[in-house]
């Protein structure tokens, strides 16, 4: 990434607010960029910031807070109410430490994250090869306990990135878990990315033409929120891209070479049949305003929901602001006929879609159908020109284990 004088200039404005709000010493960081004009974080930051609260780590974690906006849109409250939630959250294992930019110029989002890493790591005087950092969005619904120790362990240790589970959910409104296809082409995708992230370990994950497979479906596989990364690697790969940033990292990680370059935080057992459960508790869930509203507009499940609901930051994003949708739940326990067999050619059409983003691996697909309940023999599998097609003929075991996960929602997050 090109620094020129505007950006030294947003760096020392940066890393000025920060000194004043961090201690020296070191730190896991947790990057946040959020909206500060239209009040668009207003459904969402609060939650954030209390979920990162309850985390801990084996070094104080510093949640840096990066609130912007364009310089001709008037300031909302957000830094207020970050300062205030901060202030009252923080402690010595958790700090949060608030700045604000107002940008004369549009700025891409990965330029942003470049911004406060390399901010915080000048303020807390931080050794790059010995710091992890976590790229987060602000829209954490639901963070497990120990998600970022686990990343951190992961990243100062045998990996340069560090990727887990994450779900898309809207506990408060609309539980995904209660939308059973919307829920099981999600819980299919983050499969899938478990599966290729494992490929990665196989013989040959090196090789020019295994880059350039993993290049093609980077995007559907690379989440934030529950992404790590050790400060020197991003330095290695050229900094955060100023577009598709989280993408494009783990594209250039992986293409540092070696094995151990990405590796994942969680696994599965596709015999298990508790596979989706361990999934819905040990995945980071993250709002589901956009995916939600991607899916029952345009049937666009979860990996594809950018490419459906796409928007202007220098813009007031519809989506960040609009209310919750009234929308029916689906109890598959009391789903009965021709309503059943409508939900499976339903969930049939949303993982069709969905295998469209990722290596088309036998092995991969089958051990992530197994995980939902589905075996060959429960399901038609046709491919045409390298585009399969998945029809559910039998499905009582992807139904008890929805089911199952319908049984949790009722937990308290």
């Known amino acids: 990434m090109q620094r020129d004088a505007t950006y030294r200039t947003l760096l020392n404005t940066v890393r000025d607010q920060l000194a004043a709000q961090l201690p020296v010493g070191p730190a896991l960081p947790v990057l946040i960029p959020t909206v500060g004009f239209g009040g668009q974080s207003v459904r969402v930051l609060s939650h954030t910031m209390r979920e990162l609260s309850r985390q801990r780590a084996s070094v104080?974690?510093?949640?840096?807070?990066?609130?912007?906006?364009?310089?001709?849109?008037?300031?909302?409250?957000?830094?207020?109410?970050?300062?205030?939630?901060?202030?009252?959250?923080?402690?010595?294992?958790?700090?949060?430490?608030?700045?604000?930019?107002?940008?004369?110029?549009?700025?891409?989002?990965?330029?942003?994250?470049?911004?406060?890493?390399?901010?915080?790591?000048?303020?807390?005087?931080?050794?790059?090869?010995?710091?992890?950092?976590?790229?987060?969005?602000?829209?954490?619904?639901?963070?497990?306990?120990?998600?970022?120790?686990?990343?951190?362990?992961?990243?100062?240790?045998?990996?340069?990135?560090?990727?887990?589970?994450?779900?898309?959910?809207?506990?408060?409104?609309?539980?995904?878990?209660?939308?059973?296809?919307?829920?099981?082409?999600?819980?299919?995708?983050?499969?899938?990315?478990?599966?290729?992230?494992?490929?990665?370990?196989?013989?040959?994950?090196?090789?020019?033409?295994?880059?350039?497979?993993?290049?093609?479906?980077?995007?559907?596989?690379?989440?934030?929120?529950?992404?790590?990364?050790?400060?020197?690697?991003?330095?290695?790969?050229?900094?955060?891209?100023?577009?598709?940033?989280?993408?494009?990292?783990?594209?250039?990680?992986?293409?540092?070479?070696?094995?151990?370059?990405?590796?994942?935080?969680?696994?599965?057992?596709p015999a298990c049949e508790n596979v989706l459960i361990d999934l819905w508790r040990r995945a980071v869930h993250i709002s589901a305003r956009r995916a939600l509203p991607a899916y029952l507009a345009h049937g666009v499940p979860t990996v594809g929901q950018w490419r459906a609901c796409r928007f202007r930051a220098s813009r007031v994003d519809p989506v960040r602001v609009a209310p919750p949708d009234s929308i029916e739940l689906v109890r598959l326990s009391t789903l009965r006929g021709r309503d059943k067999e409508a939900l499976l050619a339903e969930i049939s059409a949303a993982l069709t879609t969905t295998l469209r983003y990722f290596p088309h691996d036998p092995e991969m697909i089958e051990d992530c159908l197994a995980a939902l309940g589905l075996t060959l023999e429960s399901l038609w599998v046709e491919n045409r020109s390298a585009a399969l097609s998945v029809r559910i003929r039998r499905a009582p075991g992807l139904l008890d284990r929805l089911m199952a996960v319908q049984d949790l929602v009722s937990e308290p997050l």
């Open 60 to 269: 104080p974690i510093s949640v840096v807070l990066l609130v912007n906006r364009p310089q001709t849109r008037p300031a909302d409250d957000t830094a207020t109410r970050a300062r205030r939630l901060g202030a009252a959250l923080g402690c010595d294992a958790v700090r949060f430490a608030v700045a604000e930019v107002a940008l004369a110029q549009r700025t891409r989002l990965g330029v942003l994250r470049q911004l406060m890493l390399d901010a915080v790591l000048d303020a807390q005087q931080c050794d790059p090869e010995a710091t992890g950092c976590v790229v987060a969005d602000d829209d954490i619904v639901r963070l497990p306990a120990g998600t970022l120790a686990g990343l951190l362990r992961v990243v100062t240790g045998q990996a340069r990135l560090a990727l887990g589970p994450v779900l898309f959910d809207s506990p408060q409104s609309t539980p995904a878990a209660m939308l059973p296809a919307f829920f099981a082409a999600d819980a299919f995708r983050a499969l899938l990315a478990a599966r290729s992230l494992r490929r990665l370990r196989q013989p040959g994950t090196s090789s020019r033409a295994a880059h350039a497979e993993f290049g093609d479906h980077a995007e559907a596989i690379a989440l934030s929120c529950n992404l790590a990364v050790r400060a020197a690697t991003v330095r290695e790969a050229g900094g955060f891209a100023p577009l598709n940033e989280i993408t494009n990292l783990v594209r250039d990680v992986h293409g540092l070479g070696g094995t151990d370059a990405i590796t994942a935080t969680w696994d599965f057992d």
